[in-house]
């Protein structure tokens, strides 16, 4: 299967700083990408669809301006979490999906684990 | 809206079947994927089923009916390492994933 890898794993950062979680797909190009976050035993949560070259399109009640995203080539997005509260405390998954097949599964990176103190 | 549904959590003992429920409304229906979840990680595929009927690969197997809006995730033999969450999602017309809630299945000794 499609290889999707996220970085870093595991991040601890102070209250106020910003944090970057890069996406790479390894073996295929991903036009879109999409972010997740998701909070102690509960689903994963839509945040954002992420389009190489243009804006990316942000789910109902998910800041922009706070969660940043970029993907800039076919291979790479990132999400940059700024300004950080401990209740942005959470697990980010990014997934994407093989471009024009259409009931691809979705390929997950590892998932980040973000904890502001 | 678009809702799908599943049991919040079920229980089962090791060796044994357990059948996992998922119900789904959604604008429009091209394919169900099921996943599984351990706690911390990133979910991982386990099937996809897009045609009514019985998909099967080894102890796992999964059932759709499109016309009930229904599926379920069959799990066999269960081990303990099957103790995880398992998630339904459905991709709508518009090809987006649209995701249950997700199951915690807790096996027993």
């Known amino acids: 299967g499609a290889v999707v890898s996220q970085h870093p794993s595991r991040v601890i950062c102070k209250s106020g700083t910003s944090v970057k979680i890069e996406c790479r797909s390894l073996?295929?190009?991903?036009?879109?990408m999409f972010w997740y976050r998701q909070f102690p035993k509960q689903s994963l949560m839509l945040m954002a669809t992420?389009?190489?070259?243009?804006?990316?399109?942000?789910e109902q009640g998910v800041e922009k301006d706070k969660f940043l995203i970029n993907h800039a080539s076919l291979t790479l997005s990132t999400l940059t979490v700024t300004s950080a509260h401990p209740e942005d405390s959470s697990f980010y998954i990014c997934?994407?999906?093989?471009?024009?097949?259409?009931?691809?599964?979705?390929?997950f990176g590892q998932g980040t684990r973000l904890t502001v103190v | 809206g678009q809702n799908i549904d599943q049991p919040t959590e079920m229980t089962a003992t090791e060796g044994a079947i357990v059948q996992i429920n998922c119900t789904y409304q959604?604008?429009?229906?091209?394919?169900l994927f099921w996943y599984q979840q351990h706690a911390g990680e990133a979910p991982t595929f386990l099937s996809y089923?897009?045609l009514d009927g019985l998909e099967e690969k080894g102890r796992f197997s999964s059932f759709l009916s499109r016309s009930k809006g229904y599926s379920y995730l069959l799990l066999k033999e269960l081990q303990m390492k099957d103790s995880a969450s398992y998630l339904c999602?459905?991709?709508?017309?518009?090809?987006?994933?649209?995701w249950g809630a997700g199951t915690k299945l807790i096996i027993k000794p």
């Open positions: 997934s994407a999906r093989v471009p024009d097949r259409v009931g691809t599964e979705a390929f």
């Open positions: 073996d295929f190009q991903a036009t879109t």
């Open positions: 992420s389009n190489e070259g243009s804006k990316a399109t942000y």
């Open positions: 959604t604008s429009g229906f091209n394919g």
């Open positions: 089923n897009v």
């Open positions: 999602a459905v991709v709508d017309s518009n090809y987006q994933l649209i």
